[in-house]
């Protein structure tokens, strides 16, 4: 089952049900066509609702909203089990909704989340995750945390792994957790895993829908993700022996053993360096798999334990 960190949703103005104006500020647009663009925005936020925007033009609403909104059942996340505690929270706000909207509405961004208590600090897994060579994806490491960037321009995906406990203590979460101080304890030592999808194109993608009760209905999404950038890395044993390979083998080995350092390990820089070497109509698809075999072995050389945090990783989120 699915659980949502953030969500910006659509749907149409005939779920209204009441609404107090006075708490939404009214701007006028007109356009050189002609067209009058009416549209009503909700003038105090609260911790966990963004932006509630209604244009009375299309007859359209948008919602932006995290868990937050969900106060002390934060760590739950939008799921199926807190789905009515979020549309009660929402009409809180100043406008009150049909709870049917649910059922008819659209997702035009979401943040899909798993939160992990595994065996080892949450730093021993992120550590793991930084060995990844991960092709597809544009790896960066931060403070707390390490993100994947998909690398292709039509509906990329953003992954990204850090320590919940860490991230919740920084600036931007001080007054919530002021109010909930208590929910610091339930994120001591918990990796959170999160795939961000930003566009509708994206969550058709990975959904076959925009439908949030389709979204809600579906499970896997991080496993599916976290396996796309492992890329069947755990496969290939750590520990390397050189006598033990052929000829050509050997050869390919010490080729990427060489340009690893000069590349620092980036697998594009690596991929291009032998590309340039190619014919021009010579496609690099053995090339590629090379640089993947070796640099695994390379980055994971006489270190088991990075193999086991991953595949302790994907486990976990298998049955999570």
Do not use: W
Request: glycine share 4%.
């Amino acid at each position: 089952m699915t659980t949502i960190d953030t969500i910006s949703i659509s749907t149409s103005v005939d779920y209204i049900k009441d609404i107090d104006f006075n708490k939404f500020r009214i701007s006028t647009t007109n356009n050189p066509n002609g067209l009058k663009i009416v549209n009503h925005s909700l003038l105090e936020k609260k911790i966990g609702l963004d932006s509630i925007s209604i244009n009375e033009t299309f007859g359209t609403i948008k919602i932006k909203a995290s868990s937050k909104i969900l106060g002390s059942d934060y760590e739950k996340g939008v799921s199926l089990n807190t789905i009515d505690r979020f549309v009660d929270e929402i009409n809180k706000s100043g406008i009150k909704l049909d709870q049917d909207y649910i059922a008819d509405c659209e997702l035009y961004r979401v943040d899909i989340k798993n939160d992990l208590t595994l065996k080892k600090e949450v730093k021993y897994y992120i550590n793991a995750m930084s060995h990844l060579i991960a092709p597809k994806f544009n790896k960066t490491l931060y403070k707390s945390g390490i993100s994947f960037n998909e690398s292709i321009i039509k509906n990329p995906i953003r992954f990204t792994g850090y320590n919940k406990g860490i991230e919740l203590l920084e600036t931007k979460n001080k007054s919530f957790l002021k109010q909930y101080p208590t929910l610091i304890n339930e994120f001591q030592n918990v990796l959170r895993l999160e795939s961000r999808l930003l566009r509708k194109g994206t969550i058709k993608k990975y959904f076959g829908s925009y439908s949030l009760m389709d979204i809600l209905n579906h499970k896997g999404l991080n496993f599916e993700v976290f396996n796309k950038i492992v890329d069947n890395q755990t496969n290939f044993k750590s520990i390397y022996n050189t006598l033990g390979m052929t000829n050509t083998e050997e050869k390919n080995f010490a080729q990427i053993y060489l340009l690893n350092d000069e590349y620092n390990g980036d697998f594009n820089s690596i991929l291009n360096h032998i590309k340039g070497k190619l014919g021009s109509k010579t496609k690099a698809t053995y090339q590629r798999n090379q640089i993947k075999k070796y640099l695994a072995i390379i980055k994971n050389s006489n270190n088991n334990e990075t193999q086991a945090n991953l595949i302790e990783i994907i486990n976990s989120l298998k049955e999570d």
